[in-house]
């Protein structure tokens, strides 16, 4: 039976650490978070980061924008924000009003400011395996596969999902612990080649949102498995992979929820510090 890799446990760790580290900064962090118009999922998701954010030392900075924003008004407040000597990082909740294209906007926060790690500039540091500040999800995995012991070098690492967030990122990561990396997608399961990679992964971490996506017969014995998804099925909160059946087989398994989740905002906050200290 699988040993759970559960995030809140590691989250509380480094939690410690990132205390010590803001007190030793002489000054309080600050964290500006963007949100524009009216959604209760982003106010929360935000109030739970403004918890976190204040139990660390971090001052978190709510910025509620109109939902008519124009998309050169939104530049020009981020421009702000980026000039503000005292702000250290700037994230912005999803979702935007739908004038607002995340892409353009996210690449004008100052890579420095950047906390969530998206910015090109920090994509293209993690490719010369020179980033400090990392997407907030790819880190989180990291540290839950860093957390496990097992050694990555030469390791079969398979990613399932290629997204810019999560799987993309990852691929560099543990391309960069010399791990054997493998990225499926959506063209990997037209070609019905998905049984086929996630067979061999001795680390298999998977993200895409689709409940029941992974059969938990197709984990390899003893595999390291991280389950990064998030689906909601008859009011429960479950993964991509089968769990049942993938903890008798793997040696490591992330609860859903539970896992990769705790950790994430964690990460957030690592960068906040990070940024901190680079500025
Ligand atoms: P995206 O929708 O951006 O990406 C999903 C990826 O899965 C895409 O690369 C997509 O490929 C691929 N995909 C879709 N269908 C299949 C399939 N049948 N077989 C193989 N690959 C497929 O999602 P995110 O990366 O943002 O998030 C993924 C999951 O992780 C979601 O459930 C999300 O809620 C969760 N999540 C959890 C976090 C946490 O903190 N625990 C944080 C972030 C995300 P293509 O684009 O080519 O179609």
Known sequence: MAKLLEGKFLAEKIKEEL??????????????????????????????????????????????????????????????????????????????????????IS???????????????NIGKIVFGKARILPCTAAAVMELLNSSGIGLRGKEAVIVGHSEIVGKPLALLLLDKFATTTVCHIGTSEAGKLEEHVKKAEVLIVAVG???????????EGAVVIDVGINRVADKIVGDVGFEEAEKRASYITPVPGGVGPLTVTMLMRNVVEAAKLQ
């Not at 990082?89 to 009003?97: A, F, R």
């Not at 690449?107 to 500039?121: L, S």
Request: hydrophobic share 35%; proline share 6%.
């Open 19 to 104: 205390k010590s580290q803001v007190s030793s900064l002489g000054r309080r962090p600050v964290l500006a978070s963007i949100i524009a118009g009216d959604n209760a999922g982003a106010e929360s998701y935000a109030k739970s980061q403004k918890k976190t954010a204040e139990s660390l030392g971090i001052e978190y900075q709510f910025h509620k924008l109109d939902s008519s924003i124009s998309e050169p008004a939104l530049v020009e407040f981020i421009h702000k924000l980026n000039d503000e000597k005292t702000v250290n990082g700037v994230i912005i909740q999803m979702p935007l009003p739908p004038q607002i294209d995340y892409k353009k």
């Open 107 to 121: 690449g004008c926060i100052a890579p420095d400011k950047d906390v969530e790690g998206m910015h090109p500039a």
């Open 210 to 220: 689709r409940a029941g996506l992974i059969k938990g017969e197709w984990i390899k």
